[in-house]
């Protein structure tokens, strides 16, 4: 039977032997932590603690700045020494509350729940008390994607196992490690819509992973195992929904109108872990690797930490390292200072000692349609890019460029190496800025 895919995408090299066999260990961090107000889509958090102020572990220093928000908790006991603008991965200036971690780790009180004994509206509320938003990259609070308007209408919860970004192989060790975690979480999620079919989706690149989870849920009647094509961007919410179900989104739709609820594996393990165990987020699964990494591992981290202390636990590097990235090499961000703090949607810090793609030389676009070929959206590319370079906002949108989902497999198979993706995600952030200008 052909495997679950969708149309387009590539085949980038995948890079996850260097760390997929190594189990996760957990790290302790040392001086202090950082912790910036906005880890999420949507309104900033608020700090509620002040300087001077004893936290413990698992204690909430920022509260929601709204609906579309979520709040903050202290991943260490410690002081808070200050509150101002701390630079971020990305290379902004954010609000953030810096902790002096006293090394410890004396923790709050939990109320742990019985997810079976409580309603719907409470196992929202623990999850959305408890800072639970998306873990996979994108930070959308979790409670208002378990907040539809016609909830009766999902009738499908996919468990976004694909991890298809190359090097990354936190949630294959989530997968492997702690499967159970995974498969509470779905539970949870079907228990809010229970007209719903659960579906754990995972590449076939990971066959111990899928034959772990089919034994774990081969006597649930709502939850199966999906196996995907191994394809780039086989994780994206879009082409994950089309795999699983034949249904399309575009950028006017979210998953709910077509009956969905996407979630990652990290962010089930953590709605499992706010509402049985009633913790809040406080630490996730975090990969360090590439080539110039001397040892390669997944950590359990608490976060805040910073991403330069990741590095050394990971034994420093080999070589001289040319490029950092945070997250994937597709849709990742490379990084200029590593004294930055983790938040609960970095997954993973890349380090290599050769920048390949500042090395190629650009040339005129050929016509060769391969980034038409390649787009999962059936966009045009070459033409999208063009119209980005002079500035033609109008032909931009026509030509359905607003439908791009940055995945950047037009750049990664241009021959004239052009910066395709680039040139796209700059318009687009351009229009949608001055839409937002003329509310």
């Known amino acids: 039977m052909a495997l679950h895919t969708f149309r387009g995408g590539v085949h980038p090299y995948e890079g996850k032997d ?20 906005s880890q999420h889509i949507g309104a900033p958090a608020k700090p509620i603690v002040e300087a001077g102020d004893h936290v413990l572990r698992g204690q909430m220093i920022a509260e929601a700045g709204g609906f579309v928000s979520a709040p903050i908790f202290s991943s260490v006991s410690g002081t808070v020494k200050t509150i101002e603008k701390r630079a971020t991965a990305t290379g902004t200036l954010c609000e953030s ?16 729940s019985d997810p079976d004994l409580i309603s719907k509206e ?18 959308f609070p979790t409670h208002v994607k378990l907040s539809p308007k016609d909830p009766d209408k999902i009738d499908t919860i996919i468990a976004n196992c694909a991890e298809c970004e190359p090097y ?21 999620v079907l228990k809010i819509f229970p007209k719903a079919q659960g579906y754990l989706a995972v590449e076939d690149n990971k066959p111990d992973c899928i034959s772990r989870l089919r034994k774990l849920t081969d006597k649930e009647d709502r939850i199966s195992v999906c ?15 089309h795999a699983v179900t034949g249904r399309d989104i575009n950028s006017k739709m979210l998953p709910a109108d077509a009956g969905c609820i996407v979630d990652n594996v990290a962010t089930l393990c953590a709605i499992r872990d706010a509402v049985i165990e009633g913790k809040p987020v406080m630490d996730r699964i975090f990969t360090v690797s590439g080539d110039a990494v001397c040892e390669p591992r997944n950590f359990r981290i608490k976060i805040g930490t910073s991403f330069s202390e990741l590095l050394s636990a990971a034994g420093g590097t080999i070589k001289e390292p040319e490029k950092y990235i945070s997250g994937g090499p597709m849709m ?22 050769d920048d390949e793609a500042s090395k190629y030389e650009t040339t005129a676009c050929i016509n060769c349609g391969r980034c038409v070929e390649a787009c999962p959206e059936r966009l045009v590319p070459s033409r999208l890019a063009k119209f980005s370079e002079h500035k033609k906002a109008e032909q931009f949108e026509k030509w359905y460029g607003l439908e791009c989902i940055e995945c950047g497999s037009c750049s990664f198979v241009c021959p004239a190496r052009r910066p395709l993706a ?13 839409k937002k200008k003329k509310k």
């Open 18 to 37: 260097l760390s997929k066999d190594k189990p996760v260990r957990d790290l302790l961090p040392e001086g202090e932590m950082v912790f910036p107000v």
């Open 97 to 112: 509350i810096v902790i002096e971690n006293d090394g410890e780790y004396k923790e709050a009180d939990f109320k742990p």
């Open 122 to 139: 409470e196992i929202i509320d623990k999850i959305k008390n408890a800072g639970v938003a998306g873990m996979g990259g994108a930070g």
């Open 168 to 188: 990354l192989t936190s949630d294959y060790r989530i997968m492997m490690e702690e499967p159970e975690k995974l498969v509470a979480g779905m539970k949870i």
């Open 227 to 241: 196996p995907l094509k191994t394809k780039y961007p086989q994780g994206g919410e879009r082409q994950i929904i």
């Open 332 to 353: 990742g961000f490379s990084m200029f200072n590593l004294d930055v703090p983790t938040t609960r949607t970095t997954s993973a810090l890349l380090v290599f000692s």
């Open 422 to 434: 680039q040139d796209i995600k700059t318009m687009k952030k351009q229009i949608l800025a001055d």
